[in-house]
């Protein structure tokens, strides 16, 4: 398998807003070739993202999109970095488990489970030759039980599951990353009327995830803020 780049090259997927964007712009500055995605063009626009990211809009779950992606890293010739960061919280407001549909579920879990599957089993040769780290970004619902956090802390317990098996079965370095709370826009949706603004910036973690890069544990399920 060729590689057509000696920079390192990572995917990040959901880089419009966010953790995302926070994660791409700083890998950018370090002189890694970031290839990016998100489903609005507009968010695109206003995150501004810096030289060496390409940002591909569209929507993980649909194939022809997963496909673009794929032949984005392909060009490159490598991939050193795949972190699943796109998610969903599912319908909002956020609502009990006794108040959830099939088609609810469904949306949630193709979005937070289904598609990083079948986007790390595409991608595993060239992060495999790469000796590179799959890395999904979990939450602390995963382990916890909140109220109205069900659907959403199922689909992450889900992924953190898939990261992990992806590793016992493949060898391939693995991560299910909890961030911890952060001041973004979804964590406002989930909070509706609630001041979030004592929460930490979504710049404040990317340091302790590429702490985690750096020390590359054994494959398990870390908070980024042990990682300093």
Known sequence: ???NTKERVALVTGGSAGLGRALCTELARQGWRVVTDGRSEEKFTEADLPDGVTALVGDLTDAEHRATLLAEVDGLGRLDLLVHNASTL???PMRPLAEVEVADL???????????LVLTAALLPRLRASDGVLLSISSDAAVQHYEGWGLYGASKAGLDHVTLTYAAETGVRAYAVDPGDMRTAMHQDASPGEDISDRPLPETVVPHLLALLDARPESGRYRAEDFR
Request: no cysteine; net charge positive; hydrophobic share 35%.
């Open 90 to 92: 599912g319908p909002l």
């Open 1 to 3: 398998m060729t590689t």
């Open 106 to 116: 469904a949306h949630v879990w193709r979005t937070n489970v289904g598609g990083p």
